[in-house]
C-alpha cells in the first residue's frame, strides 16, 4: 500500500481537487484495510473487498480510489444516509475462487465513521487558519482516534450482492423495462415487477406531461 502522501495526490488527481473530505476518506479507508489485514485492496486482494458508502461527498471518490471498490464492478454500494461513514467488508481470502452459498448469513466487516469532535479539534490546533485548511492539515495529522470510531459488524450478503453474480433478467409487467441481479418485486396479485412500479415513492422522477 502507498503512503498517504502518495494515495492523497492520486485521490486529487481522481477527483479533481484535495479537500478535507478527500483526506478523510483516504484515512478511513486507510483504517478499514488495516483493521481487516488487506494489504492490497487494488492487487492480489481486489476480489476479497466490498465497501459500502454512506455519504455522497468528497470522501466517497477518496475510498473507492484507495480500496479499488467501484459501483460499476458492483463493489461499492452506496447507502444515501449523508453520515461520513463507510463500512469495509472481508469476503475472506477464498472469495475469488469461492463465492458465498445463498444461505450466507453475514460477512466480517469494520464500520469507520468520522467524528463530529474531529471539526472542533482541527480548530483547536489551527484557529489561525481558514476552516478548510485547517482541516486538511489537522485530518493529516490527528490520530485514528482522533478522527474516527471503529466498530466490528456483520454484513449478511446474498449471492445477488456479490460482483460476479449472474441471473436471468426480468421484464417489469407494467412498464416493460428490464431487471438485473434480482431486484425484481412479486405483488401479492402475483405480478413481477421493478422497484419503482412496485412502490411509487421510490421513482425519483416524475414524468413530463406531451406539450
Not at 44 to 52: A, F, G, I, P, Q
Not at 164 to 193: D, H, M, N, V, Y
Request: include cysteine.
Amino acid at each position: 500500500m502507498e503512503s498517504l502522501d502518495e494515495l492523497l495526490v492520486k485521490a486529487e488527481a481522481a477527483h479533481g481537487h484535495l479537500c478535507a473530505g478527500q483526506i478523510l476518506g483516504v484515512r478511513m479507508a486507510l483504517l478499514g484495510l488495516d483493521r481487516l489485514g488487506i494489504a492490497d485492496p487494488r492487487g492480489v486482494d481486489r476480489k476479497r473487498l466490498l465497501t459500502y458508502v454512506e455519504i455522497d461527498r468528497c470522501a466517497t471518490d477518496a475510498i473507492g480510489m484507495v480500496t479499488g471498490c467501484r459501483l460499476g464492478k458492483r463493489a461499492l454500494k452506496f447507502r444515501d444516509w449523508g453520515k461520513m461513514a463507510a463500512t469495509f467488508v472481508d469476503l475472506g481470502p477464498g472469495a475469488a475462487a469461492k463465492p458465498p452459498q445463498p444461505d450466507f448469513s453475514g460477512a466480517r466487516a469494520v464500520r469507520v465513521a468520522a467524528l463530529e469532535s474531529s471539526k472542533a479539534r482541527a480548530h483547536e490546533l489551527y484557529p489561525e487558519m481558514e476552516k478548510n485548511a485547517a482541516q486538511m492539515r489537522a485530518y493529516r495529522e490527528l490520530t485514528d482516534e482522533e478522527l474516527f470510531s471503529t466498530q466490528w459488524v456483520r454484513v449478511p450478503l446474498g449471492p445477488e450482492e456479490m460482483p460476479g453474480f449472474k441471473a436471468a433478467r426480468i421484464t417489469c409487467a407494467r412498464c416493460g423495462e428490464g431487471i438485473s441481479f434480482a431486484r425484481e418485486r412479486r405483488t401479492p396479485e402475483g405480478e413481477t415487477l421493478c422497484q419503482p412500479c412496485a412502490n411509487a415513492a421510490l421513482q425519483y422522477w416524475q414524468p413530463l406531461l406531451p406539450e
